[in-house]
């Protein structure tokens, strides 16, 4: 069901025209003036905005149809009006109108119009929609489709058509985004919002701030009202990473909009509808978090509906020349330079390599090489420097052990060796470890009292 904003100063013809659009199967939403239009525009997404050209106070279609435009810059824009004229067409057409109706409005006229727009708007999407595929599909094909991410890509198109939310997982840096976003370029969603927020990066009030928006005075700070994400991507897409690390307070607010599609700003009693396609990412086991109390159960049935594991750099070594290829071509095309030889040796140290970053990593070291090689035309084994936790030093845990240990002990170590090969950077060894960061800090210091 298309959604339309109706605006006309005459209350009575306002209220007939809703309800002809309503028994035509229209979702109606009224405004009798520029601000409440635009009010309206800034809380819900419509379809198209049906406005009248003159408005009392000086107010004229025209505003509303460039401030709904700017909220909303997909939306169609039909004016009607009883007072045409050369200039005022101009105008509207110069404004982004879609179509001019005059007054007096017959019904099956406005509903060819309305009808008409939504068409030509429909059919500007699924050519969006088609153009991105294909670049989506040159872009995935550079990243290994045909090799080690075969079995993600392949099932693109599936979980793509459906509108059920999707579960990335991987480690970090192996481009769970990139295939968040291919989701969405391959959905009917596709020329609508893609937005994505990692929930890692936040406190848990601006995490909820950002996502549920705010009403004015809700805290400290907020001297206006604002908009969350939710209803930034309705009728598009939310990209939910790092999943596993929201609070207990937000795993609840998250799974109230995944059962009743509405969100509620901070600060307000009164929900908002969305239609929003949720996909979520993590590096961590979600199933290890829930068994262990820390992640709701019931959310993350919710959210495990689709299910894409997308493997780690270390477990498809094929897709490295491929990668190391398209970062290097990239690399040179922004900075303006020719593209070098890469010699079998660089490819043999980047394929040996460990890389705990993955594919981010890998871009990483490539751009870092190719800054400082001094050979613009080849880049060789000596010119690649690899980050320190990326070189490969042989097996440390049982080369030299001499005694069978319990696990605990055999835990104790590898944190140990992990901790020596990011440099005792503990966040990181959390993420190669795929546990809490508390986790990692607890059993260190555990380890010093022994």
């Not at 919002?193 to 909820?208: D, K």
């Not at 607010?253 to 396609?277: A, M, T, Y």
């Amino acid at each position: 069901m298309s959604d339309i904003l109706l605006v006309d100063d005459e209350l009575a013809l306002l209220k007939i025209l809703a309800r002809t659009l309503e028994r035509a199967g229209y979702g109606v939403s009224c405004a009798s003036s520029v601000e409440a239009a635009l009010a309206q525009a800034a809380a819900k997404s419509f379809d198209i905005v049906v406005t009248d050209l003159k408005l009392t106070h000086d107010d004229d279609g025209l505003k509303v149809a460039q401030g709904v435009r700017a909220l909303q810059s997909n939306i169609g824009v039909l004016i009607v009006t009883a007072y045409a004229s050369v200039p005022s067409a101009v105008e509207a057409m110069r404004v982004g109108v879609d179509d001019y109706l005059m007054k007096p409005v017959e019904t099956q006229e406005l509903l060819l119009r309305i009808s008409s727009i939504l068409e030509r708007r429909q059919l500007k999407r699924e050519v969006q929609t088609l153009r991105s595929r294909l670049q989506a599909d040159k872009k995935t094909a550079i990243i290994g489709e045909e090799t080690g991410l075969a079995g993600v890509f392949g099932s693109l198109d599936r979980v793509a058509l459906s509108d059920l939310p999707v579960l990335v997982q991987g480690e970090s840096g192996t481009g769970k985004e990139l295939v968040a976003r291919a989701i969405h370029d391959r959905s009917n969603r596709q020329g609508r919002s893609f937005v994505a927020v990692n929930c890692a990066a936040m406190s848990e009030q601006l995490l909820e701030s950002e996502l549920f928006g705010h009403v004015q005075g809700a805290f400290t700070g907020a001297d206006r009202a604002r908009r969350g994400l939710f209803e930034e991507a309705n009728k598009g897409s939310l990209f939910l990473d790092e999943i596993g690390d929201i609070s207990p307070g937000l795993q609840v607010r998250l799974l109230r909009v995944l059962q009743e599609q509405e969100v509620r700003p901070v600060g307000s009693n009164v929900g908002r509808k969305v239609d929003v396609r949720i996909i979520a990412a993590t590096h961590r086991d979600l199933a290890t978090l829930v068994r262990e109390g820390v992640f709701r159960d019931d959310l993350y049935f919710r959210l495990n509906v689709l299910l894409l594991t997308v493997p780690p750099l270390h477990e498809r070594r094929q897709d490295i020349p491929e990668l190391a290829a398209y970062f290097v071509e990239r690399y040179c095309q922004k900075a303006g330079r020719p593209v070098p030889h890469i010699t079998a040796e660089a490819l043999r140290v980047l394929g040996q390599a460990q890389w705990p970053g993955n594919v981010r990593e890998l871009r990483n070291v490539v751009e870092r090489s190719l800054t400082l090689a001094a050979d613009i035309e080849v880049l060789d084994a000596e010119d690649i420097h690899l980050d320190q936790g990326s070189k490969d030093v042989g097996p440390p845990l049982f080369a030299h052990m001499r005694d069978l240990v319990s696990l605990e002990e055999l835990e104790r170590r590898y944190l140990a060796y992990v901790l020596e090969r990011t440099q005792g950077n503990q966040a990181k060894a959390a993420e190669i470890l795929q546990v809490g960061k508390n986790t990692v800090w607890r059993r260190v210091r555990d380890s010093k009292g022994t």
